[in-house]
């Protein structure tokens, strides 16, 4: 019997677990959109990263790393499909999600980074996304680790 209710103990926490980090979830894939969609195509490479990303980090491991993937294709295409209401609508889930709470947002900052960054060398147009996503999120670069952003693009 208790082998049972363990399984059930550990099956609702990691329920509990995705549902705490769902919101971060969504925050990260929609920012992710919008800087990768900044350089206008988003490559093979940078979905792959997206793949790790989601593999590597505590709190998005607990989501199978397809449902990340098809959140951020879905805002992709929504920006694709609609540049001004898809920018809008990525841009109200990031501020929805962590523009209250700076170490969710500079951790969200750090992942488009690591995103753009899988190039090799990400575009100007993909620092300047960055660059405007830390300001909206009132932050500076250099707390998130990102000294290149300020540089790149002033």
């Known amino acids: ?39 206008g195509v988003v490559s093979l490479r940078q979905r792959v990263q997206m793949d790790q990303i989601m593999e ?12 990340g993937v098809d959140l951020f294709n879905d805002f992709v295409e929504s920006i694709a499909a609609d ?3 898809g920018h809008a609508q990525a841009l109200a889930v990031v501020d929805e999600e962590v523009a209250e709470e700076p170490e969710k947002a500079q951790l969200l900052v750090r992942i488009c980074a690591a995103v753009v960054e899988q ?13 405007t996503l830390c300001d909206r999120l009132a932050l500076e670069p250099e707390e998130c680790g990102l000294d290149s952003v300020r540089r790149r693009t002033t």
């Open 1 to 39: 019997m208790s082998g049972i209710l363990s399984g059930l103990i550990r099956g609702y926490q990691e329920q509990l677990r995705r549902h705490r980090n769902r919101p971060f979830l969504r925050a990260a894939m929609a920012a992710c959109a919008l800087v990768s969609m900044a350089g």
């Open 56 to 67: 590597t980090l505590d709190g998005l491991k607990v989501f199978d790393p397809h449902e």
């Open 83 to 85: 540049p001004v209401s």
């Open 119 to 131: 190039e090799g060398t990400a575009a100007e147009q993909e620092w300047k996304a960055i660059r």
